[in-house]
């Protein structure tokens, strides 16, 4: 077992998790209106969600790695490129965090817990993420690919769970912070950029 590998892949979730997204923002919005047990409810949807992509992944590329090892490598070529794109679009992008509390509609926890689970399980971005990023990441030779898969799918939970709980406990904080400080924006974008095109050359270059 390569602990290191796995520490790699603990380091590269944390980047991703702290760096501005659709979700984390949202669970700082759902904080900073509604308080931070609502956010904590956004959190456990959207880490629950994660699981469906997990399973998918874990079942359907362990049959390909058994199957073909070409197969596995085109995989391999086709997430670093996926990961490239994304570091792309995020270059592109807007550095600017933008916080919109108006558009933030009062839910109950149990509502914002499902709207969680719907918001992850229903985007196809996650499995294709988690396709391009879990491949180069694992880290045995004895254990089979499926419960590696699991293995790394439960890091990156438990790992983005802790960040977004963070995120919704210190909601009030983090978006002080995020106000007072434009430039934070440009340097949390180009964070993103450099773990995208680092995870890319890693999986690139990482062996079955």
Do not use: R
């Amino acid at each position: 077992m390569n602990i290191e590998t796995l520490l790699a892949f603990v380091v590269a979730t944390s980047a991703l998790a702290i760096s501005p997204g659709p979700d984390n923002i949202y669970v700082l919005m759902q904080s900073i209106v509604n308080g931070t047990k609502y956010g904590l409810a956004t959190v456990c949807g959207l880490i629950s969600g994660c699981l469906v992509h997990t399973t998918l992944v874990a079942f359907g590329v362990s049959a390909i790695i058994k199957e073909n090892d070409l197969l596995f490598f085109i995989i391999k070529c086709l997430g670093a490129a996926y990961l490239l794109y994304l570091a792309f679009k995020v270059y592109k992008s807007d550095a600017k965090v933008e916080l919109n509390d108006t558009a933030v509609p009062k839910k109950s926890m149990w509502q914002l817990f499902k709207q969680g689970v719907i918001m992850n399980v229903l985007n196809p971005k996650v499995s294709i993420f988690f396709l391009a990023f879990f491949p180069g990441f694992l880290f045995s030779e004895t254990l089979s690919s499926v419960k590696q898969f699991y293995i790394l799918g439960l890091l990156f939970m438990a790992t983005s769970f802790i960040l977004f709980s963070l995120v919704a406990i210190l909601a009030g904080s983090i978006s002080t912070y995020l106000k007072s400080h434009k430039n934070i924006g440009l340097f949390l974008k180009w964070l993103q950029i450099v773990v995208f095109v680092g995870i890319a050359i890693f999986i690139f270059f990482s062996e079955k």
